[in-house]
């Protein structure tokens, strides 16, 4: 089995390349085997060249609800009244940890995501 680590762009596409030949490979083969370890490089090169940073939480708070068709009112059980919603998606009060756990555990968002910081507007 030849497989290399990847370096340069050039060993990228060559290895997107040989992935897409193996694609098809039956399970157990040494095919599926090479293509396994294949699929690893390439997610390790593509994390260190290509990596997405994670969301502002705000954003991606908003994205959600509008993804999973949230109203405001809905996310009253997770952070608070309406009133402190609306604080907290107009970004005048910052999430709180109990904030944190209960959207994550009650709409399985990743907790990692939503404990980054972000800025809070100052009060007027």
């Known amino acids: 089995m030849e497989i290399k680590p990847i370096k340069t762009k050039r060993d990228h596409q060559a290895a997107l390349k040989l ?9 157990g ?14 997610q390790d090169y593509e994390a260190k060249h290509f990596a997405i940073p994670d969301p502002d939480p705000i954003d991606f708070l908003l994205g959600v609800m ?12 997770y952070i608070g009244s309406r009133a402190r919603v609306a604080e907290v998606l107009n970004r005048l009060r910052p999430l709180t940890l109990d904030m944190i756990r209960r ?17 809070v507007k100052k009060a007027a």
């Open 29 to 42: 083969s040494p095919e599926a085997d090479r293509l396994d370890v294949l699929t690893l490089l390439i």
């Open 103 to 119: 959207l994550s555990d009650g709409l399985g968002l990743p907790a990692e995501v939503l404990v980054r910081r972000y800025e």
């Open 19 to 27: 992935a897409e030949a193996l694609w098809d490979a039956p399970d």
């Open 66 to 77: 509008e993804q999973r068709g949230l109203s405001r009112k809905e996310l009253e059980p």
